[in-house]
């Protein structure tokens, strides 16, 4: 299979990484902003790399070249040449400077890359959006990460239409000017890539706090928004200043300007961007209020901020030195990210959320046609590598690093690495070489995870020898081919792990004159290795991959019970709930025809038996009582109904209701609705996940009861998140009551964009075949667009990718439907329509009436004209 335009773009290569010729070191922008219209003149003092002697090419794409001029002399056109999107200049030395104008249209700009407009004409603002490759939408530059620059940036505009101007870096003027304009100066001391600039302008108000670093530097922090949100900006501000305290605590990292700004918008293609100086949100991260928002939202706001900030230093001091390196800065951040949360909330919970994340997204991309290694090897279009993979994947990575190195180890190793790289443009073998050489450690032999694609298998197989006391653990790993790499390596996988007896107490571990400890970590880096410990009085049950310590699948033949004994003993959060996952995987493969068969009796009485224990968390075992996902349960099968699937995994769920029993469940949920407060505390929160996953287990059995309780808590619920608990039971179920809260909650929120997707949202969750009848109804409402990215993600992205039995009809429609809209949505922002398209992922593993319908609806979405090359990589990638 081949696309009409797919041979036009060449990929680009790793392996052909060049030194830039041209670099610029200092860049001066005036920007003259306008909605139709703003013209960008930009001054660029230029370096030269005397080695390679090729003329000077900037980056420019789509710009209306006004003036040029070099070394202060105006050019004849025979002195450059624009191709629309390279412009090369004869005549350019080290040192030159060149000058030039253009016009770029911000209302016109649907792409949301570059500068662009964010709400209607009259009211909306302007703002920028760089990374990866947007600066050269908005003015010429050598736009690679390689290439830092000092920026000064002066804005001009009408000071009625455009009251605020912001930039990155520190403040350096501002004034009046002629005819009711105003100007405002930005000048950023830390040399920083392109993909690091930002400007907004526009009617926005703020909420600001004063902040003195660890090392002393006062601060402002400050919030923008439009004016009818900014009251729901506190809790963001409050987020950053734990933030900022933490990462001084954890990793001796101060903020270095004087300023910092976040700002919210509604029109965004990303979570948000760590702008130096000027971090941008879509305000789905950022805005939080108890009436609007869950208690997923307030912690997902938590960790954006976070996350944003924490790239001051591991992204924005230290960056990358070309896009294949992105996990550089994107692994470590989330890591970093994950650690913080952790900290501020419940470390176990956490873990299961972001493993459950990796084992959603992240391993069936691993599995499919999109797979690519943490450190992709090549790309065409670099907005499609934005990816779990190298975010989430590359995570693991760091955070399998640093269980290597130790606590202290590991902030030895990132002091040496800030201190090597700080102010430069790095590659993950920088890491790596910093982190190991601070600790006198080779940790290289971790570049083969990089470089490899695909989530290795472990398997473990134990035998107790009774005469010697020994148990033998024999470990091996197996990673799958890929598309791309048909052979694979073994790499070092740590396996933390604990030996429990028959009683459910851990084992002191003697392993070849070891000290002994409850708790291990072996590192098999063969294929196969084995582990033999002394000293073992009975046959034990081991409990491996404790925290989840490699991100791998682990096949291990545990028999239930061992797994019931490790869901009620294990002391490890985390390995408790994965052996309550691995039970119910087992009692779903044996579901069928016999009524309970021993796994799915061994789950249902561990888990009824943790329901009456008073010493577990409300939040675990609100997690405990959920079994995996219906996309992890596809994910292990080699062909894929997605109906049944759903089916066989509500039947699951409700043996697991009837051996709790209605009585049980409904006595549980009213304890629980005994709280009312609307605190965000963990206690609270944790009340209020069990509270909605024991409406959900008791609609599967008594629905009239359930839905009448959900009515009732829709009716009064203090806050969001008991309101959309409620009203997902509802939906859901096709409940009677669902109608009338459906147009309560639409009305409700007719003016909040955020909780109106969350309406969205919800009823294209609704399973199997309804939903698709569902979304056509919803694309009709006046409230839907294809323009903004929230709302057409809340609609066709959870349809497409959170909805399996919905999408995957066996008649093929729900295919059709995304393919047309695809096409629609390409031509006005491909970075969503290839974002969206990736919900293809995986269609060769369904069972085949509904494979050759996805073929079908793919083959001709791919032979559209004019795709753009992001959705061309998507549909040809996931063709392959
Ligand atoms: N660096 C941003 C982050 O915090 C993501 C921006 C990605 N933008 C894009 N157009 N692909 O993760
Ligand atoms: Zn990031």
Redesign the pocket.
């Known amino acids: 299979m081949t696309l009409a335009n797919e041979s036009a773009i060449s990929p680009i290569r790793l392996r052909d990484y060049r030194r830039p010729a041209w670099t610029a070191h200092t860049v001066e922008l005036d920007v003259d902003l306008g909605i139709d219209a703003t013209e960008i003149t930009s001054r660029l003092t230029l370096r030269h790399d005397a080695e390679q002697p090729v003329p000077l090419r900037l980056d420019g794409e789509g710009l209306e070249l006004l003036a040029i001029s070099l070394d202060g002399r105006v050019l004849a056109p025979a002195e450059y040449h624009y191709d629309n999107s390279t412009l090369e200049v004869t005549g350019a030395r080290d040192g030159s400077v060149l000058e030039t104008r253009v016009r770029v249209h911000p209302a016109a700009n649907t792409a949301l ?1 570059g500068l662009y407009l964010s709400g209607p004409r009259e009211t909306g603002f302007l703002l920028t ?1 760089c ?2 490759e947007g600066f050269r939408h908005i003015t010429f530059f050598p736009d690679r990460p390689d290439v830092l620059a000092r920026f000064t940036v002066t804005l001009r505009a009408d000071r009625k239409r455009f009251p605020v101007l912001l930039a990155g870096g520190n403040p350096d003027g501002s004034g009046e000017l002629a005819d009711g304009r105003h100007w405002a100066r930005f000048v950023d001391p830390h040399p920083k890539p392109s993909y690091l600039f930002a400007l907004v302008a526009g009617r926005l108000e703020s909420i600001q706090r004063d902040y003195v670093t660890a090392d002393g530097r006062q601060v402002k922090l400050v919030i923008w928004s439009e004016a009818n949100v900014i009251d729901r900006c506190h809790y963001a501000l409050d987020a950053l200043e734990r933030s900022m305290r933490w990462d001084e605590r954890t990793y001796g990292r101060n903020y270095d300007l004087d300023v910092f700004h976040v700002v919210a918008t509604h029109d965004f ?6 702008n130096k100086g000027l971090n941008i949100f879509n305000a789905k991260y950022l805005l939080a209020d108890p009436d609007s928002s869950t208690d997923e939202e307030y912690r997902a706001v938590e960790a954006v901020v976070a ?2 900030y924490f ?1 001051n230093w591991t992204g924005n001091r230290v960056t990358c030195r070309d896009w294949f390196q992105l996990s550089l800065k ?1 692994g470590l951040t989330v890591f970093r990210e994950q650690q913080f949360s952790a900290d501020m909330n419940s470390p176990p919970l956490k873990r299961i959320e972001d493993v459950s994340l990796l084992r959603r997204t992240q391993f069936p991309e691993d599995a499919g046609p999109l797979a690519h290694p943490v450190r992709p090897a090549e790309y065409r279009e670099i ?1 499609n590598f ?1 990816t779990a993979t190298v975010y989430e994947k590359g995570s693991e990575l760091v955070r399998m690093l640093a269980g290597r190195l130790g606590q202290d180890g590991f902030r030895r190793g990132t002091d040496l690495y800030f201190e090597r790289h700080d102010g430069r443009a790095a590659t993950i073998e920088d890491f790596l070489a910093a982190l190991g050489d601070a600790n006198g450690i080779d940790l290289m032999p971790y570049l083969a995870w990089y470089a490899q694609s695909g989530t290795p298998r472990l398997h473990a197989k134990g035998e107790y020898n009774a005469a010697r006391r020994e148990y033998k653990l024999t470990l091996s790993q197996q990673t799958r081919a890929t598309p791309a790499q048909p052979e694979k390596l073994p790499v070092p996988i740590p396996v933390k792990l604990s030996l429990f007896d028959q009683h459910g107490k851990m084992l002191p571990l003697y392993l070849d004159g070891q000290p002994a400890e409850t708790e291990k970590v072996v590192v098999v880096d063969q294929a196969t290795q084995q582990f033999v410990f002394r000293d073992i009085p009975a046959p034990p049950i081991p409990s491996l991959l404790r925290g989840f310590s490699a991100p791998v699948v682990l096949e291990c033949n545990y028999t239930p019970a061992e797994l019931a004994l490790l869901l009620i003993h294990d002391a490890d959060g985390f390995n408790r709930w994965e052996a309550g996952q691995q039970l119910a995987i087992l009692a779903f493969d044996d579901l069928h025809g016999t009524d309970g068969s021993s796994a799915c009796k061994a789950w249902c009485d561990a888990l009824a038996a943790l329901f009456e224990s008073p010493e577990i968390d409300d939040a675990l075992l609100a997690d405990l009582l959920t079994p995996p996902g219906e996309i992890e349960f596809a994910d292990r099968q080699s062909e894929v109904d997605p109906a049944k699937i759903r089916a066989q995994r509500q039947d699951l769920q409700s043996r697991l209701a009837q051996r709790i029993g209605a009585t049980a469940l409904h006595d549980r949920y009213q304890a629980l609705c005994a709280d009312t407060s609307q605190q965000l505390d963990a206690a609270s929160q944790a009340k209020r996940r069990l509270k909605r996953r024991v409406l959900e287990l008791l609609a599967l059995i008594d629905a009239t009861q359930a839905h009448a309780l959900a009515a009732r808590q829709y009716e009064h619920a203090p806050g969001m998140t008991d309101r959309l608990a409620a009203l997902g039971v509802l939906v859901r179920d096709r409940a009677p009551q669902a109608a009338a809260f459906l147009a309560d909650f639409r009305q409700r929120y007719a003016d909040n964009p955020l909780a109106l997707d969350k309406w969205f949202t919800e009823q294209a969750k609704l399973p199997g075949d309804p939903a698709l009848a569902s979304v056509m109804a919803l694309e009709n409402d006046p409230a839907f667009t294809l323009k903004n990215p929230n709302r057409a993600r809340a609609l066709l992205g959870t349809f497409a990718s959170a909805n399996p039995s919905g999408f995957h009809r066996a008649d093929g429609a729900g295919y059709r439907l995304l393919a047309e809209r695809l096409a629609q949505l390409d031509a006005l922002n491909p ?1 969503i329509a290839a974002r969206l398209a990736t919900a293809f992922n995986g269609w060769q593993r369904l069972e085949p009436v509904r494979r050759e319908a996805a073929h079908a609806a793919l083959d001709k979405l791919a032979k559209c004209d004019g795709l753009s090359p992001n959705l061309s990589e998507i549909i040809s990638n996931v063709l392959r």
């Open positions: 890359e959006q990374e990866a293609n990303m979570g948000a961007m760590e996350h944003e790239h994107e907005n934005y970075q």
